[in-house]
């Protein structure tokens, strides 16, 4: 089955800097790769999200790579604020579309933006 | 974007009692709704996939008769916890995929912080 790794666990930034969080999967036939961004005591949000035909995308200050041939993709953050402190989750959904669909996640990633 | 409700999202039970969450869709159809647990700066486990009108596909290691899903409509999906214990204290958290076109992210409910005493 699919496996999903994210790193670091932990990424510390001050204001005003970038941040990149980066996922590898290991199922070739996962095709939607989405990342969610988790506050304390609340359910995962929807950030951004790429496609496998897709190297690409960016919405405003966060952006989503994917190489698939590596099977990586990764967030990038920029311009971070304190309001983006939260954890960040990637995951990989090798039936997108289909009747199941469910999302492997990787481990999460706590971000600290210090102002 | 689609919302996702989830009720009640704290409960504190006796150990032995029963407890029922609620997922709903409150703005699309969701043919598939997906029961996580997580535990403290942990990641989400998938526990059971939920598909509208038929038995639920539970995850190994999860078991069918203490985690009860009913998905008896397109809105509405719910988790029972039979018998509870204080090691099923978790935050248990649904999402939902909705029926048809090109959209079928998963969005998540709030997740419910149950706690066992």
């Known amino acids: 089955g699919e496996n999903v790794e994210q790193h670091p666990s932990t990424l510390s930034v001050q204001e005003g800097d970038s941040a990149v969080i980066k996922c590898t999967y290991s199922?070739?036939?996962?095709?939607?790769f989405p990342w969610y961004k988790q506050e304390l005591g609340k359910g995962p949000q929807l950030i951004i999200d790429?496609?496998?035909?897709?190297g690409e995308k960016k919405d405003q200050r966060i952006a989503v790579t994917l190489n698939k041939t590596a099977k990586h993709f990764s967030l990038h953050i920029t311009e971070t604020q304190p309001e983006d402190s939260a954890v960040y989750f990637c995951?990989?959904?090798?039936?997108?579309?289909?009747?199941?669909?469910?999302?492997?996640f990787g481990k999460g990633t706590k971000l600290s933006v210090k102002p | 974007g689609a919302v996702v409700s989830q009720h009640p999202s704290r409960v504190i039970c006796k150990s032995g009692t029963s407890v029922k969450i609620e997922c709903r869709s409150l703005?699309?159809?969701?043919?598939?709704m997906f029961w996580y647990r997580q535990f403290p700066k942990q990641s989400l486990m998938l526990m059971a996939t939920?598909?509208?009108?038929?038995?639920?596909?539970?995850e190994q290691g999860v078991e069918k008769d203490k985690f009860l899903i009913n998905h008896a409509s397109l809105t509405l999906s719910t988790l029972t916890v039979t018998s509870a214990h204080p090691e099923d204290s978790s935050f248990y958290i649904c999402?939902?995929?909705?029926?048809?076109?090109?959209?079928?992210?998963?969005?998540f409910g709030q997740g419910t912080r149950l706690t066992v005493v």
């Open positions: 999402s939902a995929r909705s029926r048809q076109g090109a959209n079928t992210e998963a969005f």
């Open positions: 199922d070739s036939a996962s095709n939607y």
């Open positions: 790429i496609r496998s035909n897709v």
């Open positions: 995951a990989a959904s090798p039936n997108y579309g289909g009747s199941q669909g469910n999302l492997i």
């Open positions: 703005d699309f159809q969701a043919t598939t």
């Open positions: 939920s598909n509208e009108g038929s038995k639920a596909t539970y």
